[in-house]
């Protein structure tokens, strides 16, 4: 395996991409106990629409979580018990752009990791299983539903996007996952679950060589098609809605405000936007603000509030939310101030103070085994090298962020979306 050295972070990363595709990424810790296993594959709930081998297919809302939920079956076998077994305790999630597996033990690593492998590369599913797992499915859906703040959030995206499929919750609708069938779910595991198309990350005390040598064995040996997504036509540079307002049973009104940003195409450049993009959010309203003292002291907003950057595949947005008796004046004094940090120029020495706070903790999170896991492989899904981040700091300018502060903290790019008490 390559193995490349970080001197600023001291840390190594060994690599390697197997004949199947897959990239396996091992970051040693000598002389730890705790271990994980991160495998993703490049395939979330935008994904609806994509061709494969030159047949175009469209399948519903909510396919990708759905089967991150039956990817654990196995026929005959209970893969979440024979993780207990190895004491290793297994879990996944589905982002609007991936899907993530994984485990973390202390013991038994390889078998757990050969069972990770084996499970997410056989995909399983019956009339049955499928019928039951519906149900299910359908009841976090409504209990998402029932969440102010999975509404305000989902409102948010409807009102920012005019057709991308960010505007689709992630887990679907009730509707829309009564058309999933086991061959939907048996096309898109073919379609998206190929090595190529994913990436293995390991952190521990592990032979890089040994957890590569294993995906080699587990997984299939031989390359096959990608599919290539279809994300819509081209988004307009302005919010779809301004404004977006709804009742719900909640004590206090909630809102969130978001400003579309263009979105990078992936790599180096995606990573010091989202970084310029964070620094702005920070210099205009974080806490250490004076828009936030402002805000905070006329009772505009409260300890609810916090906000920042987040990217996606054609998506980037900076946002902002929380508990509020006026979120439109909310909206309008983050406009103003905007304005005038790009009129006048940021604040240096805070500027300078920011974006060592974030190197900082960059670096602070790379203590954790899981955070460098998944940063890992999902900066990788986009084509950066996520522990070169310490370069990236280096070049970004104050103009730079006043620049970014001016070209997309506009009323036109913006969209507010509102949840008040229910009145009765």
Not at 35 to 50: C, L, Q, V
Not at 90 to 111: H, I, K
Not at 362 to 376: H, M
């Amino acid at each position: 395996m390559k193995k490349t050295y970080y001197p600023r972070l001291d840390e190594t990363v060994c690599r390697k991409t197997l004949d199947n595709g897959l990239t396996v990424l091992v970051v040693p810790k000598p002389g730890f106990t705790r271990k994980i296993a991160y495998f993703m594959t490049n395939y979330g709930s935008i994904h609806t629409d994509f061709t494969l081998d030159g047949v175009r297919y469209s399948t519903p809302a909510g396919v990708a979580h759905y089967l991150e939920h039956k990817m654990f079956d196995l026929p005959g076998r209970d893969v979440t018990e024979e993780f207990a077994a190895l004491g290793a305790s297994p879990n996944a999630f589905t982002t609007y752009d991936l899907t993530a597996y994984y485990f973390s033990c202390t013991e038994n690593f390889e078998p757990a990791l050969r069972l990770l492998l084996e499970f997410v590369s056989t995909p399983y599913f019956t009339e049955e299983s499928v019928e039951k797992e519906r149900g299910i499915i359908a009841q976090e859906i409504l209990m998402y539903a029932d969440s102010a703040d999975s509404a305000v959030m989902e409102d948010m995206n409807a009102g920012l996007y005019q057709s991308h499929p960010i505007r689709v919750p992630i887990a679907g609708s009730v509707e829309s996952i009564q058309d999933i069938t086991p061959q939907t779910l048996y096309d898109c595991h073919r379609a998206f679950y190929h090595p190529a198309n994913m990436v293995l990350c390991v952190v521990g005390d592990v032979d890089a060589e040994a957890v590569a040598a294993i995906a080699g064995e587990v997984l299939p040996k031989e390359r096959s098609s990608i599919a290539v997504p279809d994300l819509g036509p081209a988004e307009p540079e302005t919010a779809v809605s301004p404004l977006s307002r709804r009742e719900m049973d909640v004590a206090m009104t909630t809102f969130q405000l978001a400003f579309k940003c263009p979105p990078p195409a992936g790599g180096r450049e995606q990573a010091r936007q989202e970084l310029i993009a964070g620094i702005a959010a920070e210099m205009l309203f974080g806490q250490s603000s004076q828009l936030y003292q402002w805000l905070y002291e006329d009772g505009l907003i409260d300890a609810s509030f916090g906000g920042g950057e987040s990217f996606g595949t054609g998506t980037a947005v900076i946002t902002c939310g929380g508990d509020s008796k006026d979120p439109e004046e909310v909206r309008n004094c983050i406009l103003n101030e905007a304005k005038f940090l790009a009129e006048n120029g940021l604040d240096r020495t805070a500027f300078e103070r920011i974006k060592r706070s974030f190197l900082g903790g960059r670096f602070k999170g790379l203590t954790s085994f899981d955070s460098t896991c998944f940063r890992l492989c999902a900066y990788h899904m986009d084509g950066y090298d996520y522990f070169d981040f310490p370069t990236l700091f280096e070049d970004v300018r104050a103009e730079e962020v006043q620049r970014y502060l001016a070209d997309n903290i506009r009323a036109e790019k913006c969209s507010l979306a509102v949840i008040d008490p229910r009145r009765r």
